[in-house]
């Protein structure tokens, strides 16, 4: 499942700090820590929380992406970083590059997880990244109001 991420953890080119760092080939990135990101949110709107949670993974995408790493293999290795940090387990059902839009589903939450404002601004940046589009994510369903899962639409705003 999350073969890359474990790949590089085994060859110690990935490590994670706990105050938040990731180590990845040797280059740092900053990940916030998620009591700091619980602690943040307590003092922004959603909306704030979701255009802050797009740039949290643009170091580890330029780290990557200066390796030559290719777009899809990059959402895949983001996604899979998600779930080492606790994000959940998660599925893309359907899955086409293609597609106007995308499913995503998180089961598995952690009640301690940070809020889905910071996944669903965390899934649009990595998509947008790795499609070259514009993408928005709205969450559809939320376990923090019953439902089994949370899912997320991935699509272009008109
Ligand atoms: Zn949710």
Known sequence: MHKKAEELMFADLLRFREDGRIDLFNNAAFLLPSEFILKMEEHLSPEEIYVLAKKIPLPIIKILSD????????????????????????????????????????????????????????????????????????????????????KFTISVKG
């Open 67 to 150: 390796r030559e790493m290719k777009e899809l293999e990059r959402l895949d290795f983001l996604l899979q970083l998600a779930e080492v940090l606790g994000m959940g387990s998660i599925s893309v059902p359907n899955f086409d590059q293609n597609n106007a839009a995308h499913q995503v589903i998180i089961t598995n939450t952690n009640p301690n997880k940070v809020s889905c404002h910071h996944t669903r601004g965390y899934l649009a940046s990595i998509f947008s990244d790795a499609l070259k589009k514009n993408f928005e994510c709205e969450e559809n369903q939320c376990v923090s109001r019953g439902a089994d899962s949370c």
